[in-house]
């Protein structure tokens, strides 16, 4: 029996050095309000990992724990030694008669040259509002503008709350499609939080579906056909998403170009980015 507990041990110690970030029996109470409990969660290199959940669920609450900003109650972060996070924030509150450019917003505290936060930029395709006002650019272009500040870090994990919050629905799918392409080029763990599964389908590996607890967790399409899941959102939602998975069987490459799933986990495995784990 000592010697399954050991195994299992270094199981689990083996699996918590693959991952970039994991959490595990995490607790946490808010003004009385129990808004996690036994959160257990992982994010690998270059995976996507997509938390989603009706408001109050504890999504941001549990991202301000696994970024270090709160701790928990009970249970364990663990973090891969020296890692380096992107984060891009939901909100972003700048006064309107604040004299601040993209360029200087970029620069703020951090101690990048020209020439890369020019480079940021333009791997974000939106090096054309470097030198405009913060707050003359569209709710897409600063979206663009805080993933890029995120970048900057060149990040091992990126954690991006709301990706797409204030962005219209074509606009979505172009922010999605350019995280599926950073996460390619660059091999980073990729953490995001939605409140809905249809903007992330074609985009992420694994749904973790909270509401207080992980109601349930995996492969997008098991996800939308889980009970707990239903009982969350309706069956109607669950419905829409299952055709939704149905017909999207492509997802898209850095020039929009359509690249089937399987050719697509091909060329990834190919290029030595496949899964770890």
């Known amino acids: 029996m000592a010697e399954a507990a050991a195994r299992e041990a270094g199981r689990m110690s083996a699996d918590s050095a693959m991952a970039l970030i994991r959490a595990h029996g995490i607790h946490k109470t808010l003004g009385g309000r129990a808004v996690l409990s036994g959160i257990e969660i992982a994010v690998r290199p270059a995976e996507i990992v997509t938390v989603i959940g009706p408001n109050g669920a504890g999504k941001t609450t549990l991202l301000r724990i696994l970024l270090g900003l709160q701790p928990p109650d009970r249970g364990t972060v663990e973090r891969a030694p020296g890692l380096r996070i992107g984060y891009m924030p939901q909100r972003l509150a700048i006064d309107d008669l604040l004299p601040l450019t993209v360029r200087r917003f970029v620069e703020l505290g951090r101690a990048n040259s020209a020439t890369t936060i020019q480079a940021a930029l333009e791997e974000v395709k939106v090096a054309h509002v470097i030198d405009q006002p913060v707050q003359a650019i569209s709710g897409g272009e600063l979206r663009r503008v805080l993933l890029a500040r995120a970048l900057l870090r060149d990040p091992q994990l990126l954690v991006l709350d709301e990706p797409v919050q204030g962005v219209d629905m074509v606009g979505q799918g172009d922010l999605f499609r350019l995280i599926l392409a950073i996460r390619d080029r660059r091999g980073c763990g990729v953490l995001m939080v939605s409140h809905d599964l249809h903007l992330v389908m074609a985009s992420t590996d694994t749904v973790l579906c909270l509401n207080g607890h992980v109601c349930c967790t995996g492969r997008p399409e098991a996800v939308s056909r889980n009970p707990e899941y239903i009982a969350l959102f309706g069956a109607r ?33 190919a290029a030595g980015g496949g899964r770890h784990g």
């Open 237 to 269: 939602e669950a419905d829409a998403l299952a055709l939704y998975t149905h017909n999207h069987d492509h997802v898209h490459d850095a020039a929009g170009h359509v690249v089937h799933m399987h050719d697509h986990a091909h060329q990834r495995d």
